[in-house]
C-alpha cells in the first residue's frame, strides 16, 4: 500500500523550513511491532481493571499478579524489533536541526531503534526499582514471583503507574521542548492520558505546527492542522519522503 500524505502544499513548505521538531509518540507506534497498545479491541487493559495490576494499591494487593503481568509484557517487548516508524523518527532525528522525543511507551524501541533525544515518560519496562523508594541498584530479579531489594522491601517495575506522578525533570524537559518546537508530531496515542497529552496542546498555544499521526479521530485531531490516518510504519515514512526527510534506506533495516 502506498500512502500518500496528502499534506496541502504550504503546509509541507513551513515543516520543510521548521528546524525544531518536537515528537509525541505513544504505544500506537510499536503496534506494528508486535506490542499490544492499552486501548481498543486487543488492547492491554481489555478485560482488566488499570487500577489493578498498573498501580501502587493494586502492587500491595497482589505484587506476584502485578510482576507476572509485567513479565509477560517484558518478553513481548524483548522479542519485538523496532518498526519502519520508528526508523523514520530516527532518521527525522538525523535531519533535521533540533529534535526531541517524548514517549509514553515503556518498551524502549526508539532507544533500540537508534534514536538519541528521548524522554521516557512513563519509565521502562526492562528496569526495577525499589517499592520503597531506596536508591539500591535493582539485582536481577527473574527468579522470584516477587524479587526484594536488598533493603528487604518488594522491588517494583520501574514505570509510572496510575496516581503516580511523572518524574519530574522529564516532564520539565518534555515541557520546555513542547514550548519552544516549530513543529510538534504526534504519533499513535490516544491522547486521553495527562500530562503527556497536554504537551501538544502546549506546543500550539506555543505556535507550533500540529501534525497527528494515528488509526483514528482522537481529542487532539480537531486542533491539528493536519491529520494523518494510517498505520504509523507507513505514514511516518512516507510523510518524511514527502517532505524530503528520509534518508535511504531506513536507517538499521539492514538493507
Ligand atoms: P493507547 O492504547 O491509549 O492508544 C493507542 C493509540 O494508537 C490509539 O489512538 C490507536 O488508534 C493508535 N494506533 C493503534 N495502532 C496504530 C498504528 N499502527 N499506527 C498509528 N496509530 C495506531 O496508548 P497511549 O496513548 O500510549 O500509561 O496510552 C497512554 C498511556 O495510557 C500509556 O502510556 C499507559 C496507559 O495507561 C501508563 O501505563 C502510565
Ligand atoms: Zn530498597
Given at each position: 500500500m502506498k500512502y500518500e500524505p496528502g499534506l496541502p502544499e504550504p503546509l509541507a513548505a513551513r515543516l520543510r523550513a521548521a528546524r525544531r521538531w518536537f515528537v509525541?509518540?505513544?504505544?500506537?507506534?510499536?503496534?506494528?511491532?508486535?506490542?499490544?497498545?492499552?486501548?481498543?479491541?486487543?488492547?492491554?487493559?481489555?478485560?482488566?481493571?488499570?487500577?489493578?495490576?498498573?498501580?501502587?494499591?493494586?502492587f500491595r494487593r497482589d505484587p506476584a499478579r502485578v510482576w507476572r503481568w509485567y513479565r509477560w509484557r517484558r518478553g513481548?517487548?524483548?522479542?519485538?524489533?523496532?518498526?519502519?516508524?520508528?526508523?523514520?523518527?530516527?532518521?527525522?532525528?538525523?535531519q533535521v536541526e533540533h529534535f526531541s522525543l517524548a514517549t509514553q511507551n515503556v518498551d524502549g524501541l526508539h532507544e533500540r531503534a537508534g534514536n538519541c533525544?528521548?524522554?521516557?515518560?512513563?519509565?521502562?519496562?526492562?528496569?526495577?526499582?525499589?517499592f520503597a523508594g531506596c536508591l539500591a541498584a535493582a539485582q536481577d530479579e527473574e527468579a522470584q514471583?516477587?524479587?526484594?531489594?536488598?533493603?528487604?522491601?518488594?522491588?517494583?517495575?520501574?514505570?509510572v503507574w496510575f496516581g503516580e506522578t511523572?518524574?519530574?525533570?522529564?516532564?520539565?524537559?518534555?515541557?520546555?521542548?513542547?514550548?519552544?518546537?516549530?513543529?510538534?508530531?504526534?504519533?499513535?496515542?490516544?491522547?486521553?492520558?495527562?500530562?503527556?497529552?497536554?504537551?501538544?496542546?502546549?506546543?500550539?498555544?506555543?505556535g507550533a505546527i500540529l501534525v497527528e499521526v494515528n488509526l483514528e479521530e482522537t481529542p487532539l485531531s480537531p486542533v491539528c492542522d493536519a491529520v494523518l490516518h494510517g498505520p504509523a510504519a507507513i505514514v511516518l515514512p512516507d510523510l518524511l519522503r514527502c517532505l524530503g526527510l528520509l534518508r535511504e534506506p531506513l536507517p538499521g533495516s539492514g538493507v
Open positions: 509525541l509518540t505513544g504505544a500506537g507506534i510499536s503496534a506494528e511491532s508486535g506490542v499490544p497498545t492499552f486501548r481498543g479491541a486487543g488492547g492491554l487493559w481489555e478485560g482488566f481493571r488499570p487500577e489493578e495490576l498498573a498501580s501502587a494499591d493494586g513481548i517487548v524483548a522479542r519485538a524489533e523496532p518498526n519502519a516508524g520508528h526508523r523514520a523518527l530516527v532518521s527525522l532525528e538525523r533525544n528521548v524522554l521516557a515518560l512513563h519509565g521502562s519496562i526492562m528496569r526495577a526499582r525499589c514471583p516477587v524479587p526484594r531489594c536488598i533493603c528487604g522491601s518488594p522491588l517494583r517495575p520501574d514505570v511523572l518524574p519530574g525533570e522529564l516532564l520539565e524537559q518534555a515541557t520546555v521542548e513542547a514550548g519552544h518546537c516549530e513543529v510538534c508530531l504526534v504519533v499513535g496515542t490516544s491522547a486521553f492520558v495527562h500530562p503527556a497529552a497536554g504537551l501538544p496542546i502546549a506546543a500550539r498555544l506555543a
